[in-house]
């Protein structure tokens, strides 16, 4: 998000998906946050890929910066099913079938 090589969808994505992790954590008892923040990063795992492939930069217009922030996308999206577990294992702790 901070060189603005992706849109602002991909912020406004992310973002929002923390907001409703906070929520969920904040809210011990409800299943439907935790849901929803499931739901949310299994959306933004895909929603993430599509915005990697289709924004990613060709190599001559590639600064440091830019590598830097793609760089961090791309981890952040290898971390997002290991989030995906450990949500799920919350989800199963709250009471879900």
């Not at 954590?25 to 599509?50: E, K, N, P, Y």
């Not at 793609?70 to 919350?90: D, E, N, Q």
Request: positive net charge; contains cysteine; charged residues 15%.
């Amino acid at each position: 998000c901070m060189n603005y090589v992706f849109p602002a969808s991909y912020a406004w994505g992310n973002f929002s998906v923390l907001a409703v992790g906070i929520w969920a954590i904040v809210q011990r008892d409800s299943l439907d946050a935790i849901m929803m923040f499931l739901s949310g990063l299994l959306l933004t795992v895909l929603t993430d890929i599509i915005h990697i492939s289709v924004f990613y930069p060709p190599n001559k217009y590639l600064a440091d910066v830019k590598r830097f922030s793609i760089g961090m996308a791309i981890f952040s999206l290898l971390l997002k099913p290991v989030s995906c577990y450990l949500v799920y294992r919350m989800y199963r702790e709250r009471g879900g079938e």
